[in-house]
């Protein structure tokens, strides 16, 4: 099969997924009871005729089929409605948060694939010795700490006693926050960053080098990897060309699903250092039961998710021969 007529396909499949999904993620929302109501319980100033006027407004006096279906209307033309506070257009809530959710995910993402690669294969290389022992400890201690309890330690250290890092938020405008005594816009965007991205990158290159490390101690002891060496193949071209190549297959399908959940964000890092993204958001929205947001922001996850896997299975194919398009 081509590969645009693959491509086709795999969308046309993703239609019924993504209604299916977006119809279990309204009822469950809705099995909750009156938005309305949920949401405005802890407001003592609400009156019943302002709760009708809004369920009016939001047209949930008619019947669930009705509001699913008009929903789905709105959904086909790119309109996630409004939120429940303030009234703000989803849409525009998503694309203001989107980005710096992105920025930290991908950086993240990134470096704690690029240096798994060389950490994974060292240990599996040298196997039981020392350096071995050293990065297992550090990826069993990095997937067993809380991702807030570390993100809490390193505030303390870095922003609180030492001072150097900004605790909290992605911009310290109109008050930069100085770098080696130099304020500019980036300096400033580069030392927000730094704090979340490590614990991004702690919690993901842990996952990562585990893999990696089990992947080549497997690849390793195949017979062709065997012959490799007594034929006189340089070392570092049998590891990284042939052994690699096969051992990294695992560990492409979590970067896949990584980058798919990306926008997700982080909610727990995100709430930790007040990073204003959609993960935040997310948390955010849950707590106060606002519906129109929580749908938009489970339903752009559900399509990166889709794409992400798509896009893995083609690098699949490139990487490996052996996986065929079908």
Excluded: C
């Excluded at 989107?98 to 950086?107: D, N």
């Excluded at 599996?124 to 991702?147: E, H, L, M, N, W």
């Excluded at 930069?176 to 030392?191: M, Q, S, T």
């Amino acid at each position: 099969m081509g590969l645009a007529k693959y491509i086709i396909r795999r969308a046309i499949y993703m239609v019924p997924l993504i209604i299916g999904i977006s119809l279990v993620s309204f009822l469950v929302m809705y099995a909750a009871g009156d938005p309305i109501q949920l949401a405005t319980a802890g407001n003592p100033s609400i009156t019943e005729a302002q709760r009708q006027f809004l369920r009016e407004y939001y047209g949930l006096n008619d019947p669930i089929p009705v509001q699913y279906l008009r929903w789905l209307d709105h959904f086909i033309h790119g309109d996630f409605g409004k939120s429940l506070y303030g009234g703000r257009p989803v849409n525009e809530i998503i694309s203001s948060l989107v980005w710096e959710t992105a920025k930290l995910q991908l950086i993240s993402i990134l470096l704690a694939f690029f240096i798994s690669i060389p950490a994974g294969v060292y240990s599996a290389v040298k196997q039981r010795s020392a350096a071995d022992y050293t990065v297992s400890s550090v990826a069993i201690f990095g997937i067993s700490v809380p991702v807030f309890w570390f993100g809490i330690v390193l505030i303390l250290v870095f922003s609180y006693y030492l001072g150097w890092l900004p605790s909290a938020g992605a911009h310290g405008a109109p008050y930069l926050w100085p770098v080696f005594g130099i304020k500019n816009e980036f300096l400033d965007e580069l030392a927000h960053l730094v704090l979340p991205v490590t614990v991004l990158t702690f919690a993901n290159l842990a996952y990562n080098v585990r893999l990696l490390r089990a992947g080549m101690l497997e690849v390793l002891r195949q017979d062709y990897i065997l012959a490799a060496r007594a034929s006189g193949i340089p070392e570092r071209k049998i590891l990284y060309k042939y052994a690699l190549k096969n051992a990294i297959t695992p560990l492409l399908t979590l970067l896949g699903l990584s980058i798919g959940t990306m926008l997700a964000g982080a909610p727990v890092t995100e709430t930790v250092f007040s990073w204003p993204g959609l993960g935040r958001a997310y948390v955010t929205a849950s707590l106060r039961l606002d519906f129109p947001l929580i749908m938009g922001i489970t339903m752009i996850i559900t399509i990166m998710i889709l794409i992400a896997n798509l896009v893995t299975d083609l690098v699949y194919a490139w990487v490996d021969p052996r996986v065929t398009i079908d």
